[in-house]
């Protein structure tokens, strides 16, 4: 169990490194999607049972311009990347 631990911390800080396979824009914008996506899941449930989920507007869009930056930015690089 320790080494199972061990292992998936190590893993957690190759996030970090400079070299890795994972493109953390992606992960972040992935995120902040999911955190819409339970957003809507949860109006829509309040909206069923008849109650308003009131949820500042400002909130929100802050997470449409993480998501839309964290891609746009992450499908830039993709496509300027130099091709060597």
Do not use: C, P, R
């Not at 992960?27 to 109650?51: C, E, H, N, P, Q």
């Amino acid at each position: 169990m320790v080494k199972f631990i061990k292992h998936k911390w190590m893993a957690f800080k190759d996030i970090f490194k400079e070299t890795n396979d994972i493109n953390e824009k992606t992960v972040i914008g992935f995120m902040s999607f999911a955190v819409m996506v339970l957003f809507a899941l949860a109006d829509l449930i309040t909206g069923y049972f008849g109650k308003d989920l009131v949820v500042q507007e400002f909130i929100y869009n802050s997470f449409v311009i993480i998501t839309l930056g964290s891609f746009g930015i992450a499908g830039i690089e993709k496509f300027a990347s130099k091709k060597e």
